[in-house]
């Protein structure tokens, strides 16, 4: 008896230590993972994007927001991957990234990065709900909440009620077209499906979720004083992951200036 005590908890301890070694590689692949992404959306955002051909594609590392000059070389950057549609940067963070959108996965840029490789990080992205012109009544971007803080992991810089109030816009590059966004609220919100969720084309539909974002119902929620949003505006919604739980923390802007730009 004594035996068979012996030998059952020498497999116990065998397969603790299994799983214990299963944990530590895949912590340490995910660390890698990490890493390797971050390193790419480095060069991405180091210069300015004027490299074509096999060399990496790069793009401004800061963004000169006072003028309506385009700062993104689209040309480079689409001959690279024609997902790619547009650029979003938020100062003061480190979201300064090219927006894709592949024609028939939804959620193909959850794990691949902007040039089609596996990523653990993948690439800020909309789904095919959306279209690419941002005039659409409410587009939402996803992106990952990386640990190193790279992705969308700055959103979460807005649940500081000082780091909202001093920092109101954030722009988004197209070919054409200079956008400036307010950041109207930051909260955290279930994880349904928005677009899916709400028919933006109904008015009063609108006009509810409109008030959700004046005021959202959440106990970790930031909202901009003086903002009235109406049936008119126009709403961009920055998707996370976040830090625990389940459910997602949503930045909501609204369009308030739209440049044509050379």
């Known amino acids: 008896m004594k035996k068979r005590k012996n030998i059952a908890l020498i ?6 230590a299994l799983v214990f070694l299963s944990a ?29 051909g096999d060399e990496e594609v790069t793009a401004p590392s800061k963004i000169d927001v006072e ?4 700062p993104i070389d689209f040309d480079s950057l689409i001959k690279k991957n024609p997902d790619i549609y547009a650029w979003i940067y938020i100062p003061k963070t480190e979201i300064n990234y090219p927006i894709c959108r592949h024609a028939t996965d939804d959620n193909y840029y959850l794990d691949h990065d902007i040039y089609g490789n596996y ?5 800020i992205y909309s789904q095919f709900c959306n279209s690419r012109d941002f005039n659409d009544r409410v587009t939402v971007l996803y992106g990952h909440n990386m640990a190193d803080g790279s992705m969308f992991a700055g959103l979460h810089k807005f649940k500081d009620k000082d780091f909202f109030d001093s920092n109101a816009d954030f722009y988004v590059y197209t070919q054409d077209r200079k956008l400036t966004y307010e950041v109207v609220s930051a909260f955290v919100y279930d994880d349904r499906h928005i677009m899916n969720t709400f028919d933006f084309s109904d008015d009063k539909v609108f006009e509810d979720y409109l008030k959700t974002l004046e005021n959202p119902r959440s106990v970790s929620s930031n909202v901009r004083e003086g903002v009235s949003l109406d049936i008119n505006s126009n709403i961009i919604i920055l998707s996370t992951c976040l830090n625990s739980g389940e459910g997602r923390y949503l930045v909501a802007g609204e369009l308030i200036k739209d440049e044509q730009t050379e």
Do not use: H, P, Q, R
């Open 11 to 16: 497999i116990l301890i065998i397969f603790f």
């Open 67 to 70: 003028k309506a000059e385009n």
């Open 24 to 52: 530590c590689i895949y912590l340490v692949t995910k660390i890698l993972l990490n890493m390797e992404s971050k390193d790419e959306y480095d060069i991405i955002a180091s210069s300015y994007a004027d490299s074509v």
């Open 119 to 123: 990523s653990y990080a993948g690439a």
